[in-house]
T-cell receptor, first 115, second 113 residues
């Protein structure tokens, strides 16, 4: 298993529920990104970690969204009080280091459906 | 805000023909561009990249052309195969110290056997 993995692959939540999405980056990768991809659209940046530090969270759509990477490896994206507009695929990507133009490796995503 | 966008949402190509996917970008400060391929149920996969100081770059069966004058990118796929069927995104990198990537909307490539 050398790639980025995400779990669960599919999540159905009732409106108002909290959800937690997990990302396991490639071992040793320093940088980690979360993206949100609506149906038929390109991924949109949510947040960026360098090791355990969250250096950019400018893409998080509201204060209901929270991400962490406490030990600099696994990351969790938490969405509180989910709304229907949160329905999307949530993608995680990692890169070896923070160098510019370093290839991002994406996981398969978690498809979140909020009813 | 600044964005990267595509001209055509869907492109149908006969197997064996060449495919050309186009993309316009709006930020003249962008200095690095990437093409991604996304198959159904998977995350985007890096295909090829190009820096703004180049106007052409070739890979295996793929070529990216960059026209900075008109802010236009294209991805050419030679001898298109059924396995090339996917959604293709162009993306740019604005710098800022890390790889903050902005994706376009995407073009769906359908290969007709």
């Amino acid at each position: 298993g050398a790639g980025v993995s995400q779990s669960p692959r599919y999540k159905v939540a009732k409106r108002g529920q909290d959800v937690a999405l997990r990302c396991d980056p490639i071992s040793g990768h320093v940088s980690l990104f979360w993206y949100q991809q609506a149906l038929g659209q390109g991924p949109e940046f949510l947040t960026y970690f360098q090791n355990e530090a969250q250096l950019d969270k400018s893409g998080l759509p509201s204060d209901r969204f929270f991400a962490e990477r406490p030990e600099g490896s696994v990351s969790t994206l938490k969405i509180q009080r989910t709304q229907q507009e949160d329905s999307a695929v949530y993608l995680c990507a990692s890169t070896l280091d923070s160098s510019l133009r370093r290839e991002q490796f994406f996981g398969p995503g978690t498809r979140l459906t909020v009813l | 805000g600044e964005s990267v966008g595509l001209h055509l949402p869907t492109l149908s190509v006969q197997e064996g023909d060449n495919s050309i996917i186009n993309c316009a970008y709006s930020n003249s400060a962008s200095d690095y561009f990437i093409w991604y391929k996304q198959e159904s149920g998977k995350g985007p996969q890096f295909i090829i990249d190009i820096r703004s100081n180049m106007d052409k770059r070739q890979g295996q069966r793929v070529t990216v052309l960059l026209n900075k004058t008109v802010k236009h990118l294209s991805l050419q796929i030679a001898a298109t195969q059924p396995g090339d069927s996917a959604v293709y995104f162009c993306a740019d990198l604005l710098g800022g110290g890390y790889q903050k990537v902005t994706f376009g909307t995407g073009t769906k490539l359908q290969v007709i056997p």
